[in-house]
């Protein structure tokens, strides 16, 4: 649908993850307007709406017309429902999590809305089974013409069961009881985030958890996912079902510790999550390179590869406006094989020059760079035969441990922390920010850090560095809220 560079598959990637962020972007607004009707009309009439959006967006994206039919107006249409999406997504979370939350009794809002966070995970899991369903059942040109059609219709059956189940919910016990009594805020918004200390706790409940959530929740499912089909070059029904088994054996923590967290506190497992995370990222997703993929590992060690350019960019968000250099094709074709190489000043002429073992490429020719990377023995996709099955799902799930250590207690933090007359909108927008913007741009960042410097690990620095922060400032200067009463005039 998108009007991409045929000669540079990072390229088209990186214009994909943009039309992926999109919807990630706006999130942050969805819950200002959504937050805010929340806190003015209620909990349970704003949970409908959102859903009823995000919902009719989703099985709009299904029975889109292609390029080829009406031109630039097909991505332009996509974008407007991955805007959509957003903008209900930015309302839905903080409602189910304050709805859930005013519901539960307390000494149980961590177990209670650690249930939240499975739904998240199981959707994901349930995206990837109809997928790669639709993959077994169909080739890839049928899959690539219209099957990836069949599971956007097929939300519409999931629509319609939740709205059927969220008219028949009572308003929060808590809110009703507020408005009842005149008590309710009229202006969440100045309230929220032009009243101290209100406002430092939202700036302290972004720096301090959720950017930090975020990422961690991200690296450990999407961009592991990434990782595997698209730099180990793993084939995508045998990464699915890696991934997917990961979620099976995960998920049952998000209440583990969600209820842990009523014990021992919230905020004490999300940093420990943030910590752990850090430490051990590079070593985990060198250890699924050597799992999952060991010729390509070995490839690597025994031949060196150096480019040698000048004009290379760094490109992030992709389109029509993006211009490519050949140094720019060279490395995007490099980083696609999932190899790493270095960057050595460019010769007098400024020409891309590549060495690949001793294979010397001059200028930009794919043809050329194909011919190389079979000289030197490049193994390409990963040998299904040579896969340490057992080691590979154990990293994996050991990354959603770590999902499920900062994700289970975020929504009885973030409820806690504000009051009820301003909560819907006070936790919508740094969860939102935290994730839809430092946590959904991950696979975009990541992927273009990659690229320009040339190590097939070096976008890992994002999650780590943003987790290091969320560790620091919610150490020194978040303090613990489990045993805070939810009452209507805190």
């Not at 009823?52 to 292609?66: D, E, N, Q």
């Not at 966070?117 to 199981?122: E, F, G, I, P, R």
């Not at 010397?360 to 040579?386: F, R």
């Not at 992927?447 to 922060?469: K, N, Q």
């Amino acid at each position: 649908m998108v009007l991409l560079d045929k000669g540079n598959d990072t390229a088209a990637l990186l214009s994909a993850f943009a039309t992926y962020a999109a919807g990630f972007l706006v999130r942050p607004f969805g819950a200002l307007v959504f937050g805010r009707i929340g806190d003015l009309v209620g909990r349970k009439y704003t949970f409908l709406v959102t859903i009823v959006v995000m919902g009719s967006a989703t099985f709009a994206v299904g029975l889109l017309p292609t390029f080829a039919a009406i031109g630039w107006l097909a991505p332009i249409l996509l974008v407007t429902l991955r805007l959509l999406q957003g903008l209900a997504l930015g309302g839905e979370y903080g409602g189910a999590a304050t709805y859930v939350a005013e519901h539960a009794p307390q000494g149980k809002r961590g177990n209670d809305t650690s249930w939240i966070q499975t739904a998240a995970t199981l959707g994901f899991f349930m995206a990837l089974a109809v997928v790669g369903a639709c993959r077994v059942w169909m080739d890839a040109a049928v899959f690539a013409e219209w099957g990836w059609r069949i599971p956007f219709l097929v939300s519409l059956i999931l629509l319609v069961f939740s709205i059927y189940i969220r008219l028949r919910l009572n308003e929060s016990p808590i809110f009703k009881k507020m408005k009842e009594e005149g008590k309710g805020s009229k202006a969440p918004l100045r309230d929220s985030f032009r009243k101290y200390p209100n406002n430092k706790y939202v700036l302290l409940a972004l720096l301090g958890a959720t950017v930090g959530q975020g990422v961690v929740w991200y690296t450990g499912q999407f961009y592991a996912l990434f990782f595997l089909t698209i730099t180990l070059k793993l084939d995508y029904l045998t990464a699915y079902m890696l991934i997917g088994a990961s979620l099976l054996l995960g998920t049952p923590f998000f209440i583990v510790f969600g209820a842990l967290s009523d014990k021992i506190g919230r905020l004490k497992i999300i940093l420990f999550g943030c910590l752990i995370a850090a430490v051990t990222y590079f070593p985990l997703f060198k250890g699924l390179t050597h799992y999952v993929n060991p010729a390509l590992e070995a490839y690597s060690e025994k031949t060196p590869i150096t480019v040698s350019a000048a004009n290379c960019n760094f490109h992030m968000f992709v389109g029509p406006w993006s211009k490519f250099s050949d140094c720019d094709k060279a490395k995007d074709f490099l980083t696609k094989q999932g190899l790493s190489f270095k960057s050595v000043p460019a010769a007098a002429d400024a020409q891309v020059v590549t060495k690949i073992g001793d294979v010397e490429v001059v200028g930009w020719d794919e043809a050329k760079y194909k011919e190389a990377l079979q000289k030197t023995g490049y193994p390409g996709a990963a040998d299904k035969s040579k896969i340490n099955y057992p080691m590979t799902l154990l990293i994996l799930f050991i990354m959603l441990i770590y999902v499920t250590m900062v994700y289970g207690p975020i929504a009885a933090f973030l409820v806690e922390l504000f009051p009820t007359r301003i909560r819907y909108t006070s936790m919508s927008l740094p969860y939102h920010i935290g994730n839809g913007w430092f946590g959904g741009m991950l696979p975009l960042l990541a992927t273009a850090m990659v690229a320009a410097s040339g190590d097939i690990y070096y976008g890992l620095w994002y999650p780590i560095v943003v987790a290091v922060i969320s560790l620091v400032v919610g150490t020194i200067f978040l303090r613990e809220t489990k045993d805070r009463d939810l009452k209507y005039d805190d």
